[in-house]
């Protein structure tokens, strides 16, 4: 196993961001790690006016990081701010800071929501409980994905640079992978593979999608908080922006990338895969691009060499077919 993203802080330290956020008269009662999660070192914080806050920190800046894991928490607050007054259940945001003028390292604050981790829950529920669980995030999900953005672009959030064309951030972030493949000891795509060409010949597959909608990123049960309210329970906030963009909601890799049952399909109102041609290139293309993500990610951060090889054969296998579609 590799050395972990994270990087705790001292209690001293927890107090001093959360003054410098909430104000130089705020007590910290008791900070708390919270477990889970790859990247961000997290503390549940209670504080004396009875307030329960969640403190993020990214990794210090000596971490090995890919070039699509830069700048999460910053896109992440990006993604908060905007997501203010709609019926998506997210935390409220109640301060960022991405200065490293306090401490060398972004962090932001948010408030506490109540729930249990659906992934490790999901033992405790009866197969009907689970079935309206993926069916309430079969709602969410298609509200998410209606919500359009405002500013017309493409891409990640904030501070990165925005795409008119919904290709020219797809090609950007293959070729980003590919330079995460380059030094790689033993995940490597054949010569003849060059997968940012492969996403320029489909560039009109791509342009086919004309309104930049918002993508989760990483919506699983891991990241979904569910809670018994009147004897039900109900999802009470999806976690985890960081991997937030504006574009096709296909790139959502759960609507590929799992069986999420037929009350989600029901509740979202479509089903995968597509059925266009043009869909369908591109939903192969983010296959590929998903598995080789999870690939180096399997083997860089968490030193799993088998899986990082079973999911690079994954996306070998459908890069073959890709390459078929697009000569």
């Known amino acids: 196993m590799q050395l972990s993203l994270k990087a705790s802080i001292s209690h001293k330290t927890i107090e001093l961001l959360i003054r410098h956020g909430l104000g130089s008269g705020t007590k910290v009662i008791s900070a708390k790690s919270i477990r889970g999660g790859l990247f961000n070192t997290s503390y549940k914080v209670e504080l004396a006016d009875k307030r329960i806050v969640v403190l993020r920190i990214a990794p210090p800046k000596d971490k090995k ?6 700048q999460l928490l910053s896109r992440e607050a990006h993604i908060y701010r905007y997501l203010e007054g709609t019926e998506v259940p997210v935390p409220k945001l109640l301060f960022s800071d991405f200065s490293r003028k306090i401490i060398d390292r972004d962090y932001i604050i948010s408030e506490f929501k109540e729930g249990h ?3 490790y829950h999901q033992r405790h529920l009866k197969k009907q409980e689970m079935e309206h669980i993926y069916r309430e995030l079969g709602e969410y999900t298609r509200l998410i994905h209606s919500l359009e953005n405002r500013g017309h672009w493409f891409g990640y959030p904030p501070p990165f640079a925005p795409y008119k064309k919904w290709s020219d951030f797809i090609i950007k972030y293959v070729r980003s992978l590919e330079e995460d493949l380059e030094d790689h000891p033993y995940l490597r795509l054949p010569k003849e593979y060059s997968l940012s060409n492969i996403a320029k010949k489909i560039a009109p597959h ?11 990123g990483d919506l699983w049960l891991r990241n979904i908080l569910i809670r018994k309210q009147q004897g039900h329970y109900k999802i009470s906030a999806i976690l985890d922006w960081d991997r937030s963009l ?4 296909y790139f959502e890799w759960i609507l590929y ?3 999420p049952g037929t009350s989600f399909w029901q509740a979202y109102g479509k089903t995968m895969p597509a059925v266009t041609e043009a869909a369908y290139v591109r939903v192969l293309l983010y296959k590929i691009c998903g598995a080789i993500q999870a690939a180096l990610e399997d083997s860089i951060h968490f030193g799993l060499k088998k899986k990082a090889l079973t999911m690079f054969g994954y996306a070998l296998n459908d890069l073959k077919e890709l390459l078929k579609r697009s000569e």
Request: cysteine-free; aromatic content about 8%; hydrophobic content about 35%.
């Open 257 to 259: 990338g799992t069986d």
């Open 65 to 70: 990081l890919l070039g699509v894991e830069k």
């Open 246 to 249: 504006w574009g096709d909601p």
């Open 206 to 216: 791509l342009d086919k999608v004309k309104t930049p909608r918002l993508i989760h």
């Open 117 to 119: 981790t659906a992934f």
